[in-house]
């Protein structure tokens, strides 16, 4: 059975229409995932694991990737990409124009990556910029393949997509990949906490969330915990997260799992 998207959203008391052909692209150094949207209908998604171990033949791997789609005929409106990795910061705009991209994120992470693989987004109505790592051969791939197309952390995404929400009770977001989740609390619209963490086992997330909210003085039982997830994530997981949460948290009942949030947060970035 097809998976159906609503084909509008609700933005701050305003109904966005969803373009009508939209080519949504997940991306990160292991692999790709690539959804085809009509009308906010979900038509066709295709994933690869990414197997070459250098840029160039990266490229040709994915530049093959891409050309067995094409026999799929899909002449999208637009397109979006969302790359997403652990090492994410975000910083005051104000701070940003003091300081170069590389300079920030060696702070934050240490020299370890060339500053052409480094880049920023800028969330103007939060007044914060996401610095964060983005290979370049990732980056001039699609700037060359689909030079229309937007290219955004994922984490920028779900920002955005935050903000364009009414919020006035607590909420955690939690985001899931692989081998770290994001944690983003957020109060009357406005976001109070940002963090990405590694994880071996669902009892280490566990672990951070109760510690986090510690820390913040927020009552597990009583905030709205959202549990959604990245590229290579079985929303089975989400599941059992939830239920070692609710283990921990037994009062809370404002638990919910959003298998469609990052094709949510694409939509409203190109609505």
């Known amino acids: 059975?097809?998976?159906?998207?609503?084909?509008?959203?609700?933005?701050?008391?305003?109904?966005?229409?969803?373009?009508s052909k939209h080519l949504i692209v997940q991306i990160?150094?292991?692999?790709?995932?690539?959804?085809?949207l009509e009308n906010g209908q979900l038509l066709k998604e295709e994933?690869?694991?990414?197997?070459?171990?250098?840029?160039?033949?990266?490229?040709?791997?994915?530049?093959?990737?891409?050309?067995?789609l094409s026999s799929?005929?899909?002449?999208p409106d637009y397109i979006s990409v969302s790359y997403d990795s652990c090492q994410s910061t975000l910083v005051p705009s104000n701070v940003f124009t003091e300081s170069k991209p590389k300079e920030i994120f060696d702070l934050c992470f240490g020299n370890t990556t060339l500053g052409k693989d480094i880049d920023y987004n800028r969330i103007s109505d939060q007044?914060?910029?996401?610095?964060?790592?983005?290979?370049?051969?990732?980056?001039?791939?699609?700037?060359?393949?689909?030079?229309?197309?937007i290219i955004q952390h994922e984490s920028t995404y779900i920002l955005r997509k935050i903000n364009s929400e009414?919020?006035?009770?607590?909420?955690?977001v939690v985001q899931?990949?692989?081998?770290?989740?994001?944690v983003y609390i957020i109060e009357k619209s406005q976001l109070q906490f940002f963090n990405s963490i590694e994880y071996n086992h669902i009892?280490?997330?566990i672990y951070h969330l109760s510690f986090i909210l510690q820390q913040k003085e927020i009552d597990g039982n009583e905030i709205i915990v959202h549990l959604s997830h990245g590229l290579e994530v079985d929303s089975a997981l989400l599941t059992e997260i939830s239920n070692t949460y609710s283990k921990v948290f037994t009062k809370n009942k404002l638990i919910e799992i959003n298998t469609q949030f990052i094709i949510q947060t694409h939509q409203l970035c190109v609505s």
């Open 1 to 19: 059975m097809e998976k159906q998207l609503p084909t509008t959203l609700e933005v701050i008391g305003k109904t966005i229409n969803i373009l």
């Open 47 to 68: 994933q690869k694991r990414l197997s070459e171990n250098n840029e160039l033949k990266l490229k040709g791997e994915l530049d093959l990737f891409f050309e067995n």
């Open 176 to 182: 899931v990949y692989p081998a770290y989740f994001q």
């Open 166 to 172: 009414p919020s006035f009770k607590q909420k955690m």
């Open 203 to 205: 009892d280490d997330i």
């Open 72 to 75: 799929f005929h899909f002449i």
């Open 127 to 149: 007044l914060i910029v996401n610095v964060f790592d983005l290979p370049y051969w990732i980056k001039s791939f699609f700037v060359v393949k689909f030079p229309m197309a």
């Open 28 to 36: 990160n150094k292991h692999a790709v995932k690539v959804l085809f």
